[in-house]
Each structure stands twice: as C-alpha cells, then as structure tokens.
C-alpha cells in the first residue's frame, strides 16, 4: 500500500490586478508602478495582472515580472477612461474575496463619473479589496481630483497616496 502525506497546504494565491493610468500627465506614477508589479509577481502567494490605460486599454499581465517590459510597452499620452479599465480590470477577478485591485490614476476621468463610481461599488460588494492610489509626481507629492477620489472612496475603494514602500505594506496587511 502506498501512502502519501503532504505538509504543506494548498491555498488559493491572491490576485493583484494593478491598474495604471497612462496619461501624459503620469510618468512617475507609471515607472513607480511597473516596479511594484515586478515585486509583487515575485512573491510566492500572488498572481499579478497589469492593464496599462489612457483611452485605450493594455493588458501586460504576461510581463508583469518585467518592469522594463512593461516601460518599453507604455505610450503616455491621450486621455483617461478609468471607467473602461475598471470594466476590463473586473473581467479578470475570479475570486473577489482574495483579489486586490490597485488603480494607480490622478482621478482625472475624461468621461461622466458616474460610470466609474458604479464600478468601484460593483467589485467592492462583490468582495474585492480596491485601493485607488493617487498620483505622485517627481518629489513623491501627490497630484490628483479630489473630489473624483472622494466620489470613490465613498463608493467603497480605499484611497490614498502612497509611495512604494507604504503600498507595499498595504497589500502586506490586505493579504495577511
């Protein structure tokens, strides 16, 4: 008779969707969040999906351990479709309860806000921890509509500015 007996447990990873808003207006928000993915992707409990958006959107999931990759595949420019990325980001959760979505944007929306205000509520009350992150500028200040963010937040998201260190410590304690 053959036994097995496993120590280890299986667990569901977490999934980190990050969001990055590539505006002309983003730069340093953009570079700051290619670098997170990249750590993010290396942590053994994580599966890390990354949509670059302006007007258009771009999934570069498959270089999410790649933060050169994911700089040499952004254009900034154009406008800003929160909304739209928020709809596609909600594509991608498979298990709301053990998934994060970060928006990494400046709030600025280029279309109504009511559509982007229904999205965040929809994935916060489907069980979705989501952190809208401000945009930072050159000196780590953040640069963003507050009252859009605000519109947010009372939809549910948690939103901050925060640099990347702090937001490492907040997806720490979202997943722990």
Same mark, same amino acid.
Do not use: K
């Given at each position: 008779n053959l036994h097995f007996f496993a120590r280890t447990?299986?667990?569901m990873p977490w999934h980190i969707i990050m969001a990055v808003?590539?505006?002309?207006? =983003? =730069?340093d928000s953009v570079i700051h969040s290619a670098v997170m993915a990249g750590i993010f992707s290396g942590l053994p409990a994580t599966r890390v999906s990354v949509v670059a958006f302006d007007t258009s959107i771009v999934d570069l999931s498959g270089h999410a351990d790649d933060p050169v990759e994911i700089l040499l595949s952004v254009q900034l420019g154009?406008?800003?479709?929160? !909304?739209? !990325?928020?709809? $596609?980001c909600e594509g991608l959760v498979?298990?709301?309860?053990?998934?994060?979505?970060?928006?990494?944007?400046d709030f600025f929306e280029g279309g109504p806000p009511e559509p982007l205000v229904a999205a965040v509520r929809r994935m916060r009350e489907a069980g979705?921890?989501? /952190?809208?992150? !401000?945009? /930072?500028?050159?000196?780590?200040? +953040?640069? $963003?509509?507050?009252?859009?963010?605000?519109?947010c937040a009372d939809a549910g998201a948690e939103?901050?500015? /925060?640099? +990347?260190?702090? /937001?490492?410590?907040?997806v720490e304690k979202a997943i722990s």
């Open positions: 447990r299986t667990h808003d590539c505006s002309g207006s =983003m =730069m154009g406008g800003t479709n929160i !909304a739209g !990325a928020l709809r $596609y498979g298990d709301a309860r053990r998934t994060i979505l970060v928006f990494v944007t979705v921890r989501v /952190l809208g992150l !401000a945009a /930072l500028d050159a000196e780590a200040a +953040p640069v $963003y509509d507050r009252q859009m963010a605000q519109r939103v901050a500015a /925060l640099t +990347p260190r702090r /937001l490492a410590e907040w």
